[in-house]
């Protein structure tokens, strides 16, 4: 039997937002019309992306790299965009749908995640959901780039367990990917593989918290 859950770490892609990773490779391909995959895979491979998204680079270094990759004859403004292009519809209802645990339990955020993709993500929030910021549905929130920590490594997981002085057996970590899963379990933590922009409703009612 397992034990009692008292505090959550949810996801934020694929559970709270829709993302379509593939997006990127397409808008940046119709942007500069050729082939993008080999140029991405190498970055992919020097661990770029993951250092924009642990803070090790800021964001005008992030544009200015994919600028000298695929042709400076593009705005940073038009890169910025494909890569906000991974980014889908704000889902207010499963946010709604977490509230209630909120009486009983610690609930956190914890993502992988960059400065375009937060801007974008709260002027998106903004704009449907007047009013209303992410902020307001959780205890507390970590990004990726503001820690300098990002998933499946198991210190990020630490890191949250004892920024919020969290029982690791008593924690539910909840992602849409099995890799990221393996850190937080590497750190004693409960976890649950959530299918990625599916209702939210099904995981939590497997979880028993609702």
């Known amino acids: ?32 019309g050729k082939e993008v995959a080999p140029t991405l895979e190498k970055l992919q491979h020097e661990k770029f992306f993951d250092a924009y998204e642990t803070g090790h680079i800021h964001t005008a270094q992030f ?33 709604q749908l977490i509230q209630p645990l909120r009486k009983h339990c610690d609930v956190v955020l914890l993502s992988n995640t960059n ?11 903004e704009k449907s959901h007047p009013g209303e910021r992410l902020s307001n549905f ?3 929130i970590y990004y990726s780039q ?12 630490a890191h949250v367990v004892e920024q919020g002085a969290f029982n690791p057996a008593h924690t ?22 959530h299918p990625q922009n599916a209702p939210l409703l099904p995981s939590l009612q497997k979880a028993g918290l609702l």
Not at 21 to 28: E, G, H, K
Not at 71 to 78: A, D, F, L
Not at 118 to 123: D, G, K, M, N, S
Not at 172 to 193: E, N, P, R, V, Y
């Open 63 to 95: 544009l200015d790299t994919l600028s000298a990759a695929f042709g400076n004859e593009y705005s940073q403004e038009q890169y910025a965009a494909c890569w906000n292009a991974i980014l889908g519809r704000v889902q207010l209802d499963q946010l």
């Open 138 to 140: 959780f205890d507390r």
């Open 1 to 32: 039997m397992q034990p009692a859950i008292h505090h959550l770490i949810f996801d934020l892609g694929g559970l709270f937002i829709d993302v379509y990773m593939d997006r990127f490779a397409y808008s940046l391909q119709q942007l500069v």
């Open 172 to 193: 539910l970590f909840i992602d849409d990917s099995a890799g990221h899963l393996q850190g937080a379990q590497a750190k004693g933590l409960q976890t649950l593989l």
């Open 115 to 125: 400065s375009l993709h937060v801007e974008a993500l709260e002027a998106e929030f």
């Open 146 to 157: 503001q820690i300098g920590l990002r998933k499946p490594e198991p210190q990020v997981f």
